[in-house]
Structures are given as structure tokens and as C-alpha cells.
């Protein structure tokens, strides 16, 4: 069973451009969910989709955002980047949303963008 | 307020001796999921456990082991016999019932080296 896939998993863009990041969760999963990593900040939650549809949101600028498709792939964006947006993202997936579900949540080996 | 404090920042030891990783934790909720991951060097979040706050038994696989005590707030996790490929940085992790599943609270985590 393949794990949480994300793509790319290395790049580097400069100041002012915008990225957007891939992730395909574990085949079933519904729930997909964006941490930010950084050695200041440590792990961050940045959002979750499921069914296509944001359920949380962490407190990030606008400039951050992201969407799900029919099939559960996710992507985020980040526009107009600025240099402490440099981190490791991750992605997550889970069977289900819901606090109540204690769903275990999955992590993809992340992508490291780096802004110069 | 949710959090979760890992008081210790980095470990060292040498290969096959046993060592824990502290992990204390708040939440007002009274259903409430516990888990600890491991990151090595390649970026991906390795997951290790996952406890819900009405379980307080403790578990073991392996060569790990946690114990759980609400009475303290603390998930502390146990390595017996430590071995090189052990050498990660843990993190311990919290999310709430009332909450979404995937949005967990991370402890700053510990680096934790084996030294042969």
C-alpha cells in the first residue's frame, strides 16, 4: 500500500514568486491535512481539506491556501514568498475527519522549499 | 489551551542503553488523542503510536515501550537497547476530540543520537 506521496520534494524559488506543492494521500483516505515545518517555529498546522472542502484552518496568512480534488489529491499554494516561508511542508492524510474519530494521521516525506 | 512540552532538547547515548523521552502535555478536553512520531533526517514523520485518553495502559513493541499517566499529563516513550538506526529526532503529539482529527499540536521534539 503506497504511503502519502508528495511532489516535488526539493525546490527553490525566489522572493515574490508562488509555489504550489502536491500531495496524494493513501489510497482511501479522505482527509488531507498541510503542516508547515520550520526550526523556529517547529510544526505548524497549516490546514485541512476533506471531501473537497476546508474543515480547519491554522493561523497563516491568506497568502497561503489550498485545495482538494474529487479524488483526494490535495494541493497548497503560497504566493507572493517571502524569505521565512522557507521550510519543510508536510502533508498528511487520514481515513476521516472529526476530532471524535482519533484518526491516525499518515505524513508524506514533505517537500523543502527553500526561498532566496 | 492546548499544548505539548518537550522539555528535552537533544539526547545522547551510547548504543544499547535504554532511554526516555519525556512528554507532558495540557488539554481541557477529556477525550483526547496522544501519539509519537519519528523524523529521520529524511523528512517524513514516522508514526509510532497512537493512545486515547481513556486507555492508560501501557504499551509495548519491541524494544519501545510508553507509559501513559493522566494523573501527570505524561506520554513518555522508552527505548530498550538503543540502537544506531534509533538516532531521530521524536516528537510527541496531541489533538483534541471537540477539534479536528488532523490537526494536532506537536511538542518542539528531541533529537535523539546513538552513538556506536
Known amino acids: 500500500k503506497a504511503g502519502v506521496t508528495q511532489t516535488p520534494r526539493y525546490l527553490i524559488k525566489t522572493r515574490g514568486q508562488q509555489v504550489t506543492l502536491s500531495c496524494s494521500p493513501i489510497s482511501g483516505h479522505r482527509s488531507v491535512s498541510w503542516y508547515q515545518q520550520t526550526p523556529g517555529q517547529g510544526l505548524q498546522f497549516l490546514f485541512e481539506y476533506f471531501s473537497e472542502t476546508q474543515r480547519n484552518k491554522g493561523n497563516f496568512p491568506g497568502r497561503f491556501s489550498g485545495r482538494q480534488f474529487s479524488n483526494s489529491r490535495s494541493e497548497m499554494n503560497v504566493s507572493t514568498l517571502e524569505l521565512g516561508d522557507s521550510a519543510l511542508y508536510l502533508c498528511?492524510?487520514?481515513?476521516?475527519?472529526?476530532?471524535?474519530?482519533?484518526?491516525?494521521?499518515?505524513f508524506g516525506e514533505g517537500s523543502w522549499l527553500t526561498v532566496v | 489551551a492546548q499544548k505539548v512540552t518537550q522539555a528535552q532538547t537533544e539526547i545522547s547515548v551510547v548504543e544499547k542503553e535504554d532511554v526516555t523521552l519525556d512528554c507532558v502535555y495540557e488539554t481541557r478536553d477529556t477525550t483526547y488523542y496522544l501519539f509519537w512520531y519519528k523524523q529521520p533526517p529524511s523528512g517524513e514523520l514516522v508514526f509510532l503510536i497512537r493512545?486515547?485518553?481513556?486507555?492508560?495502559q501501557n504499551e509495548i513493541s519491541g524494544r519501545y515501550s510508553w507509559n501513559f499517566q493522566k494523573s501527570t499529563s505524561s506520554f513518555n516513550f522508552t527505548i530498550t537497547a538503543s540502537q544506531v538506526v534509533d538516532s531521530a529526532v521524536y516528537f510527541c503529539a496531541l489533538s483534541e476530540a471537540r477539534s479536528s482529527a488532523s490537526k494536532i499540536i506537536f511538542g518542539s521534539g528531541t533529537r535523539l543520537s546513538i552513538r556506536p
Open positions: 498528511a492524510s487520514s481515513l476521516g475527519s472529526g476530532g471524535s474519530s482519533g484518526n491516525t494521521i499518515y
Open positions: 493512545r486515547n485518553s481513556f486507555d492508560e
